[in-house]
Nanobody, 113 residues
């Protein structure tokens, strides 16, 4: 299974970006999907996740600014990011977990002040 992210890039503080992750085959209806991020010199952290019942979890620092959603028919999970801050700068990774765990290759998000 491959997870392919898209939608990253550079934006000024206060701006918005949307990330998308598409799986190479039909796994989304069985897996909890998540977005992690890793900033330079920091450990990878869980940003948001959505389970098969669409229950969500958010890192405290992104609550109210980020929204995770899934489309099982399109095998995709999205992360809408608004009111971005320089601290949101990181490589963002798509993650799928059930019995097996899959990671995307990562996509860069840069937020300038």
């Amino acid at each position: 299974v491959r997870l392919v992210e898209s939608g990253g890039g550079s934006v000024q503080a206060g701006g918005s970006l949307s990330l998308s992750c598409v799986a190479s085959r039909d796994i989304f209806n069985l897996y909890t999907m998540a977005w992690y991020r890793q900033a330079p010199g920091k450990e990878r952290e869980l940003v948001a996740k959505i389970d098969i019942n669409n229950a969500t979890y958010y890192l405290d620092s992104v609550k109210g600014r980020f929204t995770i959603s899934r489309d099982n028919f399109k095998n995709s999970v999205n992360l809408q990011m608004a009111s971005l801050k320089p601290d949101d700068t990181a490589v963002y990774y798509c993650h799928a977990a059930r019995v097996a765990i899959y990671w995307g290759q990562g996509i860069q998000v840069i937020v300038s002040s």
